[in-house]
């Protein structure tokens, strides 16, 4: 999914190692709230990390561009 985004974006896309999102958040702020970290930023610090970024191929980038040009021609027709 990284890398169909960065070549459809043609910028590099990366990722954290958490899925759960919201309520990750929520289960951070918690911990917070208890005393298990200081403060967000120390509890973020402590479970989240970057994975490496996707990088876009340029001629995938290209080909997607193309054709959301002609998305972009024909859609009022």
């Known amino acids: ?8 974006f043609g ?5 954290v190692n958490r899925e759960e999102g919201p309520a990750f958040g ?5 911990a917070v ?3 298990a970290f200081s403060n967000i930023a120390a ?3 402590a479970t989240i990390a970057r994975q490496p970024a996707a990088v876009a191929s340029l001629d995938a980038h290209r080909a997607y561009d193309e ?10 027709a």
Do not use: D, N, W
């Not at 910028?11 to 990722?15: D, F, K, L």
């Open 43 to 45: 509890a973020a610090r």
């Open 1 to 8: 999914m990284r890398q169909l985004q960065a070549e459809v």
């Open 33 to 35: 709230g208890i005393g």
């Open 11 to 15: 910028i590099p896309v990366a990722t």
């Open 67 to 76: 054709a959301y040009a002609r998305f972009r021609e024909s859609y009022h």
């Open 26 to 30: 929520a289960a951070l702020l918690a």
